[in-house]
C-alpha cells in the first residue's frame, strides 16, 4: 500500500530566499545584446577581465544604457577573476607557469576555434595574442591556453593582487567572483592574505 501524501495544509512551503524580493540578478556578456539585456533587468553586471581602463569604458556605455531604462542607479558592476597568489611574486608567477606548462598549441587552437562566437571569450584570447598574457601589472591572460571563458588571472604577492583588486573598486566595481586552483587552497590563501588589506582600504564597503 502507498504512502499517502500530507494534506495541502500540511505539506512543507518552499523556503523564501533570503534576499527580497529576490536574489540579485548577476549577468555577464560582452556583445552588445548582453549590455542590453543588463542594463534593463541586472543588478550586477559581471565583467571578466580586462585591463581597469577597458572596464571603466565599457561600464560608462552600459551605465548610459541603463539610464535610458530609467536604472541607472539600479545597476551595479562586477568582476569575474581568478587569483593566484602567494607570499612572494616569484612563487605566485611559478604557480602561474606550472598552470599552463606543457600545453600545445593545439590545445590552444581548439579553445579559440569553440569560442569563435562569443564576444567576451574573443576578448580574452585577442588580450593573450596581443600581449603574450601580462595584460598589466600582475593581470595575466594566460589561462586562456588551456581554458574558455574567465582566463584572466591577478597573480602576485598578497600586496599586489590587493592593488588590482583595488583599481577595479576605485572605477566602480563592488562585486567579485574570484576563484582559483585549487580552489578552496587559493580561497584560504586570498582570505587570509589578500582581504585583510583591502578591509582596511575600503572600511565599511566590505561584506
Not at 113 to 134: D, F, H, K, P
Request: hydrophobic residues 45%.
Amino acid at each position: 500500500m502507498g504512502r499517502r501524501l500530507p494534506s495541502p495544509a500540511r505539506r512543507p512551503r518552499h523556503p523564501a530566499p533570503f534576499q527580497q524580493p529576490h536574489p540579485r540578478f548577476y549577468l555577464g556578456g560582452g556583445s552588445a545584446q548582453a549590455w542590453a539585456i543588463s542594463a534593463k533587468h541586472a543588478d550586477v553586471h559581471l565583467f571578466w577581465g580586462d585591463r581597469p581602463e577597458t572596464i571603466a569604458g565599457q561600464m560608462a556605455e552600459i551605465r548610459a544604457l541603463a539610464a535610458a531604462e530609467g536604472r541607472e542607479e539600479a545597476l551595479g558592476f562586477g568582476m569575474r577573476l581568478q587569483i593566484i597568489c602567494r607570499e612572494t611574486e616569484a612563487e605566485a608567477w611559478e604557480a602561474a607557469d606550472r598552470l599552463v606548462r606543457g600545453v600545445g598549441e593545439a590545445r590552444s587552437a581548439a579553445i579559440r576555434a569553440n569560442v569563435a562566437n562569443s564576444v567576451a571569450n574573443q576578448r580574452v584570447q585577442a588580450l593573450l595574442a596581443e600581449t603574450g598574457g601580462l595584460i598589466a601589472p600582475n593581470l595575466w591572460a594566460g589561462l586562456a591556453k588551456v581554458r574558455q571563458g574567465a582566463g584572466v588571472a591577478v597573480v602576485g604577492d598578497p600586496a599586489q593582487c590587493a592593488a588590482v583588486l583595488q583599481r577595479f573598486i576605485d572605477i566602480g566595481c563592488h562585486s567579485f567572483c574570484l576563484s582559483g586552483y585549487l580552489h578552496d587552497e587559493e580561497a584560504e590563501r586570498f582570505g587570509r592574505l589578500v582581504r585583510p588589506i583591502l578591509a582596511e582600504r575600503n572600511a565599511g564597503r566590505l561584506k
